[in-house]
């Protein structure tokens, strides 16, 4: 196989250390898919020449880093800001019960 991730005008994929996903779950589409934390550095990483939708069937691309420009994200989900977590700790992203 080749190391070709298939994208073209993609920044420097070796800059990208650490992707900081967060866990495999349904978050819709057919298939589970890792959550992109939305301070990961593959948040609107690819400049140009992605696909116009994601693994779940959302659009792309998308404003994941809320800076005004869309870009897509690297890999097969598009962080989408109104419905996708934001929290880093997805299992803490509601907050705790009290008892």
Not at 37 to 44: A, E, F, G, L, M
Not at 71 to 79: A, I, N, T
């Amino acid at each position: 196989m080749g190391d070709n991730c298939g994208f073209s005008g993609v920044n420097n994929l070796q800059n990208i250390s650490n992707p900081i996903n967060g866990s495999l779950s349904d978050w819709g589409g057919k298939t589970p898919t890792l959550m992109i934390d939305s301070n990961s550095s593959i948040v609107d990483f690819v400049i140009e020449d992605c696909s116009s939708e994601d693994q779940r069937g959302g659009f792309r691309p998308l404003d994941g880093n809320n800076n005004g420009i869309s870009f897509c994200d690297v890999g097969s989900v598009e962080l989408d800001r109104t419905i996708d977590p934001l929290a880093s700790d997805i299992i803490f992203s509601n907050g705790f019960e009290t008892l």
